[in-house]
């Protein structure tokens, strides 16, 4: 069975950092593609899902959206099966619940109906 578990989340402040990991097990997570995306406050699971961020199996291939490139990083580490997602000069807006997911394929797309397994979520809250 895969599981996927998110840790690192919490409250900052805007303009400080944040670290999130997900720890998989139960799939070959070295050959899959790799995702982050994030639901805002009163956004209902399953809708509205925002892309964040994507890698590839080999890590050669990175996405992220517009709203956060230059200040977040996606990085993975096969040998520990695990998935970072590095976010700095956080601002409000990235408030929300980030979510990894796993992909069918071993480069992700940005669209959430392609991945197939996802964790739980952990929050993160930036305060103004």
């Known amino acids: 069975q895969v599981q996927l578990v998110e840790s690192g989340g919490g409250l900052v402040q805007a303009g400080g950092s944040l670290s999130v990991a997900c720890v998989a097990s139960?799939?070959?997570?070295?050959?899959?593609?790799m995702g982050w995306f994030r639901q805002a406050p009163g956004k209902e699971r399953g809708k509205e899902r925002e892309?964040?961020?994507?890698?590839?199996?080999?890590?050669?291939?990175?996405y992220y959206a517009d709203s956060v490139k230059g200040r977040f990083t996606i990085s993975r580490d096969n040998a520990k099966n695990t998935l970072y997602l590095q976010m700095n000069s956080l601002k409000p807006e990235d408030t929300g619940v980030y979510y990894c997911?796993?992909?069918?394929?071993?480069?992700?797309?940005?669209?959430?109906?392609?991945?197939?397994?996802w964790g739980q979520g952990t929050q993160v809250t930036i305060s103004s």
């Open positions: 997911a796993s992909s069918r394929t071993r480069i992700p797309p940005q669209i959430p109906s392609e991945y197939n397994y």
């Open positions: 139960g799939h070959t997570f070295g050959t899959t593609g």
């Open positions: 892309f964040v961020a994507a890698i590839s199996w080999d890590s050669v291939n990175i």
